[in-house]
């Protein structure tokens, strides 16, 4: 059960191991682009490559005809990575070897939609992905088994995102056999220990140009791709598709998103620091290095950043 691109792996790895697939659960075709024409999810498009049945129902809470065709299949496990559908209590407990999700962190840490984004702007130095036995709670489930990874310094929550299902790919098909044969007992979490992560809306990438210059650079890479950073400049939105953080002797109280030249490229005062634009995208207009950017747009340098700066 999975529906966009990073679960593709997990479906490859099953099938590379041998493992017998009844059946692939993605959720239904959406309208995409301007054009609103009708989209496979990445799931859908592999497994019909592979002559696998597909399935997609809407729902299976409120669909009692989908869990009846799937107790059809009689499944001895479900392998569900980034379905995106809730699982009712009776298809968790339709497999006698349960129900295991892939979960890209070291849970009960980021619990929830977001895990990834918040590992990188909490500044974590390591995440890592948690196969886990679910049960009726989000993401409460114990643990089967977990991997942890350094999370480098300039990765964002795409790159981070595939890199991690990857490596939850090949630690399901590790432990799958000892799984089957009762030789590993699934722990339960420490609740204590847990954080829950939110869905982020669009307005969350606004940028705050009195936040930290550390905390805004991580910002750029926690929400790339979604939902992105941005601010506005001219009346128009300017996206920040890459930047860093500098320190700044700059007075913070007078400064904050203004624009000016420093040794490291383009630079904005933030709170603390300044953020250096290393690659911006103005609305309705392509990618572009800052120094193309500002090139092109020389009264950039001086002005300031944010709604309603002058």
Same mark, same amino acid.
Do not use: M
């Given at each position: 059960m999975g529906t966009p691109a990073v679960a593709v792996p997990v479906l490859s790895a099953?099938?590379? *191991? @041998?493992?017998g697939l009844v059946g692939v659960y993605t959720q239904p075709d959406r309208q995409s682009g301007r +054009?609103?024409?009708i989209v496979s999810s990445m799931v859908k498009q592999y497994a019909l490559e592979r002559g696998l049945p597909v399935f997609q129902p809407a729902t299976l809470r409120r669909d009692e005809a989908a869990r009846e065709q799937m107790a059809s299949l009689s499944p001895d496990l479900i392998v569900v990575a980034a379905y995106g559908l809730f699982l009712p209590a009776d298809t968790l407990s339709l497999p006698p070897l349960g129900c295991l999700n892939l979960h !890209?962190?070291?849970? !009960? $840490?980021? $619990? @929830?939609a977001t895990p990834v984004a918040s590992a990188i702007l909490e500044g974590d130095p390591v995440t890592g992905v948690t196969i886990i036995r679910l049960d009726q709670g989000m993401d409460t489930g114990p643990v089967v088994a977990q991997k942890e990874t350094s999370i480098g310094p300039d990765e964002t929550t795409e790159g981070l995102t595939s890199r991690l299902f990857l490596m939850g790919a090949a630690l399901l098909v590790e432990v799958l056999p000892d799984w089957q044969h009762g030789k590993i007992r699934a722990q339960a979490q420490? %609740?204590?220990? %847990? =954080?829950? =992560? /939110? $869905?982020?809306?669009k307005d969350d990438g606004e940028i705050d140009w009195t936040c930290p210059a550390v905390w805004l650079a991580r910002q750029v890479r926690a929400y790339h791709p979604w939902p992105g950073s941005f601010t506005h400049w001219n009346g128009k939105t300017l996206k920040v598709l890459a930047a860093k953080a500098i320190a700044s002797d700059a007075r913070p109280t007078d400064s904050q998103g203004l624009v000016k030249q420093v040794p490291e +490229?383009? +630079?904005? %005062? =933030? +709170? /603390?620091g300044a953020l250096v634009l290393e690659q911006v995208q103005m609305e309705g207009r392509r990618p572009v290095s =800052? $120094? *193309?950017?500002?090139?092109?747009?020389r009264n950039f340098i001086g002005s300031r950043l944010g709604a309603g700066a002058a």
């Open positions: 099953l099938l590379d *191991e @041998g493992h +054009g609103k024409r !890209p962190s070291l849970l !009960p $840490r980021y $619990r @929830g420490d %609740a204590s220990l %847990a =954080t829950v =992560t /939110e $869905r982020l809306s +490229g383009v +630079g904005v %005062a =933030t +709170g /603390e =800052t $120094r *193309e950017f500002v090139q092109g747009h």
